[in-house]
């Protein structure tokens, strides 16, 4: 009898051990289990009969909610003359657990920051036709993008570029610093048109006399991601500037030009990635990891 309820004790024990921690996902889900390994990137959990590999990067909260180990219960009272009860048969045997399975969680999610390189190609229009001003030629050059994505569907980006044209047998150069406005709207998971409206300040002209202005810019584009961090992008972009000022040289500016520009854009751009992402100490003793407002991918089983 002692040797059966030493048994059970020990089952129950090891119950209230196993299943100690709980695991809250970004998504609302709760897993319950024993957190049997971990490393920089992931845990695993053992749920029963089931280990389940999930990645910090989809980690709200992990806590440790061991409850309170039970205690003995003490035996039944004996009324005098009664007998004692006996064990009416030997207890059943424990059949071998299944091997557990386990469920790989998602790839490493794109952090908002984002980072890249442009080939601008500028035609330049408006007043700069042969007759107010001289005529300038269309121009291509290099620039950088730097960004951040708030949700999957709104970014903003500075974006500044310069590019090299020709005009009455000089070179000169257009150049260019706006803040711009990203609406994304994916329509996969590798294509991701979107519309840009921004504003900037702009350059124009050479060593000896450079006129500068303002303008708003609009276009469609899109991104086509060949890796999780990695995309190839195109834009049309419509640049309505005024040149209301001469930044450099001596000459006088009688009236505003009109300097409309048409450019398309060409980006490689590097999305940062999730992939190490380091975790800090919440107020309540779990360990809470950073929120990331992009899109989680589904786990795969």
């Not at 990203?182 to 702009?202: D, F, R």
């Amino acid at each position: 009898m002692r040797l059966v309820c030493s048994v059970i004790l020990a089952v129950l024990l090891f119950a209230a051990n196993a299943f100690a921690d709980a695991v809250y996902l970004k998504d609302g889900t709760i897993v319950r289990g024993k957190i049997v390994k971990e490393d920089d990137a992931s845990v695993m959990v053992e749920t029963g009969d089931t280990w389940r590999k999930i990645e910090k990067i989809n980690i709200e909260l992990i806590k440790n909610e061991q409850p309170a180990q039970p205690s003995a219960a003490p035996a039944p009272a004996t009324l005098p003359g009664q007998i004692p009860a006996t064990p009416s048969s030997s207890p059943t045997a424990v059949s071998a657990a299944p091997a557990p399975t386990v469920v790989t969680s998602s790839t490493p999610q794109r952090l908002p920051w984002y980072f890249g390189v442009q080939i601008p190609i500028n035609d330049i229009r408006g007043d700069f036709d042969g007759t107010k001003a001289p005529t300038v030629g269309t121009g291509a050059g290099l620039g950088i993008i730097f960004g951040y994505a708030f949700t999957r569907n709104f970014a903003l980006e500075l974006d500044w570029a310069g590019s090299s044209h020709r005009s009455e047998g000089a070179t000169i150069g257009f150049g260019e610093f706006s803040l711009n406005g990203k609406v994304m709207v994916p329509a996969n998971a590798q294509l991701v048109p979107y519309l840009l409206v921004g504003y900037g300040s702009y350059t124009l002209g050479d060593s000896s006399l450079t006129f500068g202005g303002h303008g708003y810019a609009v276009g469609v584009g899109g991104d086509y991601y060949l890796e999780n961090n990695t995309s190839l992008g195109i834009a049309f972009i419509r640049k309505v500037i005024t040149y209301d000022e001469v930044v450099k040289g001596s000459a006088y500016l009688f009236k505003d030009l009109d300097g409309t520009t048409s450019s398309l854009r060409l980006d490689l751009t590097f999305h940062f990635s999730s992939q190490g992402a380091a975790f800090f100490i919440s107020e309540n003793g779990g360990r809470r990891f950073p929120k990331i407002p992009c899109r989680a991918t589904p786990e795969v089983t």
